[in-house]
C-alpha cells in the first residue's frame, strides 16, 4: 500500500455494502483499510481487490482494534453493524453492543487520531411508524425493534461528535438496500434476496404480512454514490442526518411482480403473519439528501434487480455460492 497517501478505513468493508464501497474508493485513487470481524462478512467479497487493500480483522467493540484501525486515517466509512430487525428482537444486547457500544469506541479512537470525517451508516428503521409519508428527516424518530434504537442511538452519538467539534460526522439513513453480495439464505435475509433465491430454486416466496406493505428498495450503486457525496460535501454538511433512498414507494405484491417480470419466471407466494418489529409503510423524502449531499439516485428499481438477478444465476451457475450478507445491510 503507498505510505504517502492518507488512509480512508471501510469498517464492515467484507459485507455486502461495504465490500461495493471498497471496489468504488479504489477506483477513485483512495488508499483504502478494512476492519471486520467476519461474524457475518466474508473476505471472498473482496477477492478482486485482496492485493490492493490493507485488511485487518478485528472487532470494533475492542479500543485496541479502533485505535489501530484509525491509525493515519483521514476518512472513516462506518458500515460495520450487525443487522435485522428479527435478530435484534431475539438477541437485544448483541444488537446494541455491535451497534452502539463499537460505534462510541470507534468515535473516541477517530477523536483522539484526529481523523477528518466520520460516514455513518444508519437506518430508516429509526422512523418505525410515523404516519407521515414520505419520511423526513425532520420527523420524530419511533423506532420499533432493538436493531431500530441501536441504529439511531450510533447516528446520534456521530452527529453529537459532530456538532462538539470533535469530528466531522454525516448520517446516512438507507432505505431497504440490495444488490449483488447479499445473503438470501440467511434466516434473516431481505425480502429481495429471498425472492430472487425463491424464483431460482422455483419455490413459493414467503410474504409475511399481506403484500401490500410498502417499500422504498434502493439499489447499493445509489448507496455506494451518496457516501461518496457525503465524504466531498462541504463541512456545513457535518452533523446532519440524510436519507438515501430510490424515493419510490413500493409494495411486496408490486415487488413480486417486477420480478417475476425481470426474471422471466413465475413465481407465486404464500403469506405468513406480520414480523414483530416491521413497519406498515416507507419511502424516502429526498429532498435533504439531494440539497445537501447533491444526491439522486441513477440506478431504478427495476435495473437494480436485472443486475442483481443477473449475478445471482453466475453464481449459482459458477458453483461459488452467495456470500455471507453485509455486517450493514439496514431496512
Known sequence: MPGSRAVTLVTGGAGFIGSHLVERLLESGHSVRVVDNLSTGNTENLAAVAGEIDFLPGDLREAAVCRQAVRDVELVFHVAALPSVPRSLDDPWGSHDANVNATLRLLIACTE????????SSSSSAYGD???????????PLPRSPYAAAKLAGELYVLAFARAGSVEGVALRYFNVFGPRQDPHSAYAAAIPAFLSAAYEGRPAVVFGDGRQTRDFTYVANVVDANLLAAQAPPRASGTVTNVGAGEQTSLLELLDLIRDVTGRDLVHTCRPARVGDVRDSVASLERAGRVLGYRPTVSLREGLHRTWEWFVDTQRSGAGVQTASLAAPA
Open 113 to 120: 487520531a484526529g481523523v477528518r470525517r466520520i460516514i455513518y
Open 130 to 140: 410515523a404516519p407521515v409519508l414520505p419520511k423526513v428527516e425532520s420527523a420524530e
